[in-house]
């Protein structure tokens, strides 16, 4: 599986972003995907992940605001962030877990096999 992440750059606070994440290969169905960012000087960490069932999860600091999605005819997973904030600045990743199960996709990174190259979110005050 190749991840190909697009869709970030530079927005004021408050405004919005959608990021993209395009999967080649046929388990793209088959796999759970996540959403991690790493700001810099910073671990990576959760932002979103979505089940092959297409149950979503959310870290704490983006319930509510940012919304992921899945299109398994497309091969794209997607992340709509609104109301951007400031400490939203920093490299999104995608990735994805070919070994997960149906309803569950995990939240620690270190499951997942395969990364997209990331894609740089700036979040101005």
């Known amino acids: 599986v190749q991840l190909q992440a697009s869709g970030g750059g530079l927005v004021r606070a408050g405004g919005s972003l959608r990021l993209s994440c395009a999967a080649s290969?046929?388990?793209?169905?088959?796999?759970?995907m996540g959403w991690f960012r790493q700001a810099p000087g910073a671990e990576r960490e959760l932002v979103a992940t979505?089940?092959?069932?297409?149950?979503?999860y959310y870290a704490d600091s983006v319930k509510g605001r940012f919304t992921i999605s899945r299109d398994n005819a497309k091969r794209t997973v997607d992340l709509q962030m609104n109301s951007l904030k400031p400490e939203d600045t920093a490299v999104y990743y995608c990735a994805a877990d070919v070994n997960a199960i149906l309803y569950s996709a995990p939240q620690d990174p270190g499951y997942y096999d395969y990364w997209g190259q990331g894609t740089l979110v700036t979040v101005s005050s």
């Open positions: 290969g046929r388990t793209f169905s088959r796999a759970a």
């Open positions: 979505i089940s092959r069932a297409g149950s979503a």
